[in-house]
């Protein structure tokens, strides 16, 4: 059985920083991504930041670019998202998801992270709040 925690949410300050983990047990072992995303208050889940396996593959949505890094540990299943320079507009609940699929993961990456809020993404977390106040 999969299963994703996400922590390191909270309430911070604007210009502050928050350090997102997501733990992952029961995926299978292989290449697959992982990514980020959020979800505000009467918005669409939106992907801000996928990884590919080896890490060569990177995908940053424009607003975070240059204040977010994604990265990930794979001997410890874990994926992180360090969040500098934190805006109010980043309020939101934070989600991990993974994706176990036959596509390459700088594929998925590449052209999976934005589309339809994750839709090729088939393992998530239960999300962690950031609330970044002004």
């Known amino acids: 059985q999969v299963q994703m925690v996400e922590s390191g949410g909270g309430l911070v300050q604007t210009g502050g920083s928050l350090k997102l983990s997501c733990i992952a047990s029961?995926?299978?072992?292989?290449?697959?991504?992982m990514g980020w995303f959020r979800q505000a208050p009467g918005k669409e889940r939106e992907g801000i930041s996928c990884?590919?396996?080896?890490?060569?593959?990177?995908y940053y949505h424009d607003s975070v670019k240059g204040r977010f890094t994604i990265s990930r540990d794979n001997a410890k299943n874990t994926l992180y998202l360090q969040m500098d320079n934190l805006k109010p507009d980043d309020t939101a609940m934070y989600y991990c998801?993974?994706?176990?699929?036959?596509?390459?993961?700088?594929?998925?990456?590449?052209?999976?992270?934005?589309?339809?809020?994750?839709?090729?993404?088939?393992?998530w977390g239960q999300g962690t709040q950031v609330t970044v106040s002004s």
């Open positions: 029961g995926l299978p072992r292989g290449d697959f991504a």
């Open positions: 998801g993974a994706a176990v699929s036959p596509r390459p993961s700088p594929v998925v990456v590449t052209y999976g992270c934005t589309v339809g809020g994750g839709r090729d993404f088939n393992y």
């Open positions: 990884i590919s396996w080896t890490e060569d593959t990177t």
